[in-house]
Nanobody
Framework: QVQLVESGGGLVQPGGSLTLSCVAS????????MGWHRQAPGKEREFVAG????????YYADSVKGRFTISRDNEKNTEYLQMNDLKPEDTAVYYC??????????????????WGQGAQVTVSS
């Protein structure tokens, strides 16, 4: 079992920045990749960014490329999502998630085995 706890959400003005954190505990040595997904009201959950633990390879949705950065501190078992130049359309609940087996694409929610509780990000003036 892997437990994931997000923090760092909040209200920010358009053009502003936020950093989300996700602390993993429990069976963290089984984690092979982690990712961030988001879900806006009335919309399906969508992939935002992912990172493979071994190689550190990163992946991003087109909508956030150049603005968001995913990173990981393996010693702290913590994943980060640095979000810059935030737009109103980035408003959503952001979830971190972990994969413990397989070499999937990281883009699809069904590939992930564990999920955090979510952190609200609201971009509004």
């Amino acid at each position: 079992q892997v437990q994931l706890v997000e923090s760092g959400g909040g209200l920010v003005q358009p053009g502003g920045s936020l950093t989300l954190s996700c602390v993993a505990s429990g069976g963290v040595f089984s984690v092979v990749a982690m990712g961030w997904h988001r879900q806006a009201p009335g919309k399906e959950r969508e992939f935002v960014a992912g990172i493979r633990r071994s190689a550190g390879s990163t992946y991003y949705a087109d909508s956030v490329k150049g603005r968001f950065t995913i990173s990981r501190d393996n010693e702290k078992n913590t994943e980060y999502l640095q979000m810059n130049d935030l737009k109103p359309e980035d408003t959503a609940v952001y979830y971190c998630a972990a994969i413990t087996s397989g070499k999937g694409s990281l883009f699809y929610a069904h590939e992930y085995d564990y999920w955090g509780q979510g952190a609200q990000v609201t971009v509004s003036s």
